[in-house]
């Protein structure tokens, strides 16, 4: 299996194996690395795979994808990624909801949100990939973050050989319990500041950094090398994939659906990484019948899926679920490149680039059409939703995962398609605690583990043990830069 750039509108493109498009992250022309074709599963992969359990799912999908890596090594990887002892009660458990809503809990690990579940394994292909490509300069991992990347991939990250990581989040842009996360995080190759502006500002300003070859240079004689852990890398991407295979799988052997019955999916979206990561899965054969994009008031994907207009010139909001507070949702670029090419991609995201917005043009948009519906909730209809889940059928969840539950009604309500649905829950309520608290009217607390411990015992759920030991632990990051002053960061860190 090779991998190429979105972008590369040459006659005969680069082609590259897994190993090195995870460790170059982002390709040299500005373009996320794809694979050449999208490996088909059969009826009798499909029976295996449900006989597996998650490591092995990881490690058995893994290898379609990663096929220069030794098996032995994926698969011993994805013991270590997945125990017990890293995701108590197992990797992505299934809570049922009302009505045919399957709520996929991809927050078990050790730092409350989905994100754990690529970068868990990712610094680990990024180990294996150093190695099999004879390198011998450290991978410094740079960062952005809305919240959650950052502290899963210092948790991923910290003291792993070979690798050092800095995290820049944009420093209004991120929950308490978020920032006192990372900047408690400890190891002694990890380095955390953060950047004035929003999220697009700190991923801009990484991108800037992968992009400028002057800086490759200098690092280079310095004897680094920039990595990324977002989810324009390769490696945060292919590990998603898996866990909506394991679903199905989990709802088959349950007897809640019998095999090849048709699911929807319903992903909470920012980055448009995750539900790339599901349409993957679709593409290699799950039965999908329709993905719904859910949006929070930062709702360009939704305009983009009605209008076929992508416009990121709009005011950006804050919103109670702030990993999803991002205007240049960069995955889509990878749904644009395989539905409608290179050139096409490359043009379109110049445009972006240049103007702030670009339309995609009719045909691409009705296949799209064909796969996603995108639907939004703002902040009020968030919180309701979050209280008509608790109150209802006494299922607390978090901010993110509201957004997509109350998409699910929505979209029910306009289409009367009942078809049941994966719906991705993609954070522990207890790390968005104070507007969880407000939306199911429990009294404002100013200090975190006050609110914490009142959720707690108020709904009777326990707080998740990541979250409850990093209350008491010394603040280490305290830098705010500007960022024009990022690059200078990994050169003193
Ligand atoms: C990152 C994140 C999202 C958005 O995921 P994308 O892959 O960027 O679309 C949604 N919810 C939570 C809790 C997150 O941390």
Known sequence: MKYRSTRDISKNPVYITS????????????????????????????????????????????????????????????????????????????????????????????????KDMALQIMPRLLSLALQMTGEERIAHILVATSGDTGKAALEGYSDVDGVKITVFYPVDGVSRMQKH??????????????VRGNFDDAQNGVKAIFSDKELAKRANEAGFFF????????????????????????????????????????????????????????????????????????????????????????????????????????NLERLLFTLGGADLTADLMAELKENG??????????????????????????????????????????????VGYGCVNKYRAETADNTPVILASTASPYKFAPAVAEAIDLPENEDIFACLTELSKATGTEIPAPLANTLGMEIRFTEVLDPRDMPTVPFRV
């Open 227 to 330: 990595g990324s852990a977002n989810s324009i890398n390769w490696g945060r991407l292919a590990p998603q994939i898996v866990y909506y295979i394991s679903a199905y799988c989990d709802l088959v052997n349950s007897g809640k659906i019998a095999h090849s019955d048709k699911i929807n999916v319903c992903v909470p979206t920012g980055n448009f990484g995750n539900i790339f990561a599901a349409y993957i899965a679709k593409m290699m054969g799950l039965p999908v019948n329709r993905f719904i994009v859910a949006s929070n008031s930062n709702n360009v994907l939704t305009d983009f899926i009605n209008t076929g207009v992508y416009d990121r010139t709009r005011e950006f909001k804050k919103t109670i679920s702030p990993s999803m507070d991002i205007l240049i949702s960069s």
């Open 19 to 114: 190993a090195e498009a995870i460790k170059q992250g982002l390709a040299p022309d500005g373009g996320l690395y794809i694979p050449e074709s999208f490996p088909a599963l059969t009826h009798g992969d499909f029976e295996k795979l449900c006989a597996m359990d998650y490591a092995e799912r990881a490690a058995f999908v893994l290898g379609l994808f990663l096929d220069d890596y030794d098996k032995d090594a994926l698969l011993t990887s994805c013991r270590e990624a997945y125990s017990e002892k890293r995701f108590p009660g197992g990797a992505a458990p299934i809570h049922e909801m009302n009505d045919g809503i399957y709520s996929l809990e991809l927050w078990h690990g050790p730092t409350s949100a989905f």
């Open 357 to 402: 917005k670009y339309t995609a043009p009719d045909a691409l948009m009705n296949t799209l059409r064909e796969n996603f519906s995108g639907y939004f909730m703002d902040e009020d209809e968030t919180k309701a939703a979050i209280a008509d889940s608790y109150k209802g059928q006494g299922y607390l969840i978090d901010p993110h995962t509201a």
């Open 181 to 194: 996360q990372m900047q408690t995080t400890l190891g002694s190759n990890v380095y955390v500041a953060a």
